[in-house]
């Protein structure tokens, strides 16, 4: 029995993580199409963007930069 628990924990972690995995890579390839799209695939323009939209989104919640301190 333990056995079965410990491949039904597997498949499910597992599921999760190529789902995440999933959903990122989607994101991604729409971000990179905008980026041709809207910029001319100037990736400085798009980068830069991302940094500060970044910045600002991970401000908002706690108006503190301490998310950051976990990298």
């Known amino acids: ?6 491949l039904k924990y597997f498949v499910s972690n ?3 993580a190529i789902g995440i995995i999933l959903i990122w890579r ?6 990179d199409l ?3 799209v809207l910029f001319g ?3 400085i323009i798009t980068a830069g ?3 500060i939209i970044g910045i ?11 998310a950051l301190e976990r990298l």
């Open 56 to 66: 600002i989104i991970l401000y908002l919640p706690n108006k503190n930069l301490e």
């Open 34 to 36: 905008l980026d041709d």
């Open 1 to 6: 029995m333990a056995n079965n628990f410990g």
């Open 41 to 43: 695939g100037n990736h």
């Open 14 to 16: 597992i599921s999760i």
């Open 26 to 31: 989607g994101a991604w390839i729409i971000l």
């Open 49 to 51: 963007g991302g940094i």
